[in-house]
């Protein structure tokens, strides 16, 4: 069974930076695509970052030149390094990706997302 496990959120000032970790677990084969999404209280979930070996990364426009994804492979875990903290950053951030995973010669290839972590931008 694969898992994904968001950490290193927390409470920071504006201007801080904070780095979340997405880690996946489990029978992975490989992992295509991860993206790190968030979602503010009544608003819409929107996709942060994300980065696809061999494709690059991504980023929205309001985090370009702040954030920074990059990725583990061999640890099977994604970054997302966050500088310059705003409060309108303040959000649970989640995090999604593609594996393809199995046992036994079978294989499943499917989207998997976190649980997510909360990270608020106050003084």
């Known amino acids: 069974q694969v898992q994904l496990v968001e950490s290193g959120g927390g409470l920071v000032e504006p201007g801080g930076s904070l780095r979340l970790t997405c880690a996946a677990s489990?029978?992975?084969?490989?992992?295509?695509?991860v993206g790190w999404y968030r979602q503010a209280p009544g608003k819409e979930r929107e996709l942060v970052a994300s980065i696809e070996s061999g494709i690059g990364t991504n980023y929205a426009d309001s985090v370009k030149g702040r954030f920074t994804i990059s990725r583990d492979n061999s640890k099977n875990t994604v970054y997302l390094q966050m500088n310059s903290l705003k409060p309108e950053d303040t959000a649970v951030y989640l995090c999604?990706?593609?594996?393809?995973?199995?046992?036994?010669?079978?294989?499943?290839?499917?989207?998997?997302w976190g649980q997510g972590t909360q990270v608020t931008v106050s003084s």
């Open positions: 489990g029978n992975i084969i490989s992992i295509r695509a």
């Open positions: 999604s990706a593609d594996i393809t995973s199995g046992v036994y010669g079978t294989r499943t290839r499917k989207d998997y």
